[in-house]
Nanobody, 113 residues
Framework: QVELVESGGGLVQDGGSLTLSCVAS????????MKWYRQAPGKEREFVAG??????????FYADSVKGRFTISRDNAKNTVYLHMNSLKPEDTAIYYCAAGAWGQGTQVTVSS
């Protein structure tokens, strides 16, 4: 079955950087688009970034709130998708989830002001 395991979260200061990783298994990774979502306390889960399948040319799309600060990438040989986060703000504090027809368990990102 599909399994997604996120890692890389942590506590960082305002303006700092973090890179999240999501290792996937149970499906042909290169054939699926991969997405990152996040959920802040008291808020609904929201889309952050996505990267298409190999067939789509790995098209990339971002939420407006993270454009220019976050970069999504993937390594099909490692079945891994990354989210490189720069210029982090306190409002980026959330649990970040990897998604591909299923959800990972999430990784906490906390940005202190």
């Amino acid at each position: 079955q599909v399994e997604l395991v996120e890692s890389g979260g942590g506590l960082v200061q305002d303006g700092g950087s973090l890179t999240l990783s999501c290792v996937a298994s149970g499906f042909t990774f290169s054939e699926y688009s991969m997405k990152w979502y996040r959920q802040a306390p008291g808020k609904e889960r929201e889309f952050v970034a996505g990267i298409g399948s190999r067939e789509s040319g790995h098209s990339i799309f971002y939420a407006d709130s993270v454009k220019g600060r976050f970069t999504i990438s993937r390594d099909n040989a490692k079945n891994t998708v990354y989210l490189h986060m720069n210029s982090l703000k306190p409002e980026d504090t959330a649990i970040y989830y990897c998604a591909a027809g299923a959800w990972g368990q999430g990784t906490q990102v906390t940005v202190s002001s």
